[in-house]
């Protein structure tokens, strides 16, 4: 079964620094999202994409933020200059038709770690 | 602000039991559902999903159940294994937009 693959799995990185997240979505999916997981709390919203551009992006997602489709099969999470509270698993997803009207099927994440 | 919520942080339940999971919403609008598993060290993996204009929808060993009038969703999991441990998750849609995940129920099933 098809399957959103996530790399690198964990990434440890110093406050302040930029770090790019990168994910391969299902191939036939055109929606693809970011959300991201505080250890041991609940999966919050980043952002959605669609045609080449963000639909949706939730408050976190700042300035910070941003993501790009840099080819025809890779999506990426990049964070300009890292807080420590941007620790987190951070989650890429694709569906191939909108939230609304398909699953989102989900990588397994990265681990960043902000020291 | 709304949001879509759990009743229980937590559930235990013996292997072979069956396992009820609930789940409140506040937002009326929402018009799609799904329940979500998450593992330890993985991602939300899709177990099932219904519409605002159904009741109930059943799967393998699973069934959602939908109630518009009280704002309430629930997944039973009929005879409970070990490999059901996990934190489930509904998640809703609101407004066509983006997918909200609830709080999450950690199942623990014991043998």
């Known amino acids: 079964e098809p399957e959103v693959t996530q790399t690198p799995s964990h990434q440890v990185t110093q406050m302040g620094q930029e770090v790019i997240l990168r994910c391969v979505p299902i191939?036939?999916?055109?929606?693809f999202y970011w959300y991201r997981q505080i250890l041991g709390q609940k999966v919050e919203f980043l952002v959605s994409?669609?045609?080449?551009?963000?639909?949706?992006k939730s408050e976190i997602f700042d300035d910070q933020f941003s993501v790009e489709r840099p080819d025809g099969s890779n999506f990426t999470l990049k964070i300009r200059s890292t807080k420590l509270e941007d620790s987190a698993m951070y989650f890429c997803?694709?569906?191939?038709?909108?939230?609304?009207?398909?699953?989102?099927?989900f990588g397994n994440g990265t681990r960043l770690t902000v020291t | 602000g709304e949001s879509v919520g759990l009743h229980l942080p937590t559930l235990s339940v013996q292997e072979g039991d069956n396992s009820i999971i609930n789940c409140a919403y506040s937002?009326?609008?929402?018009?799609?559902f799904i329940w979500y598993k998450q593992e330890s060290g993985k991602g939300p993996q899709f177990i099932i999903d219904?519409?605002?204009?159904?009741d109930k929808r059943q799967g393998q060993r699973v069934t959602v159940l939908l109630n518009k009038t009280v704002k309430h969703l629930s997944l039973q999991i009929a005879a409970t294994q070990p490999g059901d441990s996990a934190v489930y998750f509904c998640?809703?849609?609101?407004?066509?937009?983006?997918?909200?995940f609830g709080k999450g129920t950690t199942l623990s099933v014991s043998s």
């Open positions: 997803a694709s569906s191939n038709q909108g939230a609304e009207d398909s699953p989102l099927h």
């Open positions: 191939s036939n999916h055109l929606y």
């Open positions: 994409f669609y045609n080449n551009e963000i639909s949706e």
């Open positions: 937002n009326s609008a929402s018009d799609y």
């Open positions: 219904i519409r605002s204009n159904m």
């Open positions: 998640a809703e849609n609101q407004a066509g937009t983006a997918l909200i």
